[in-house]
């Protein structure tokens, strides 16, 4: 069994900045891409960014491009979202994700979730 446990978010003023983070824990965990995804009220589950296990592929969301950045440490158990240039748009609970896969694919292939933290973005 995997478990995600996210922290970092909180509320920001328009054109701030937050980063997010994702400890793994499991004695399995090998091999997975992770990620985030984000949910505002009323809205379907979206991607926001993956990373591969090794770190060398990144995918991000066009909403999110320029302004986000994902990495990962070199124990691979821990990937971060940095949120740069926040927009009221961007408030929504955010959702780390693993998937033993090359690459996250979407929601429905997603093998652990977090728990979510919220960001709230104010104008």
């Known amino acids: 069994q995997v478990q995600l446990v996210e922290s970092g978010g909180g509320l920001v003023q328009a054109g701030g900045s937050l980063r997010l983070s994702c400890v793994a824990s499991g004695r399995t965990f090998s091999g997975y891409a992770m990620g985030w995804f984000r949910q505002a009220p009323g809205k379907e589950r979206e991607f926001v960014a993956g990373i591969s296990w090794s770190g060398g592929g990144i995918v991000y969301g066009d909403s999110v491009k320029g302004r986000f950045t994902i990495s990962r440490d070199g124990a691979k158990t821990t990937v971060y979202l940095q949120m740069n240039s926040l927009k009221p748009s961007d408030t929504a609970v955010y959702y780390c994700?693993?998937?033993?896969?090359?690459?996250?694919?979407?929601?429905?292939?997603?093998?652990?979730w977090g728990q979510g933290t919220q960001v709230t973005v104010s104008s």
């Open positions: 994700a693993a998937e033993k896969n090359l690459i996250l694919r979407g929601t429905s292939t997603v093998d652990y």
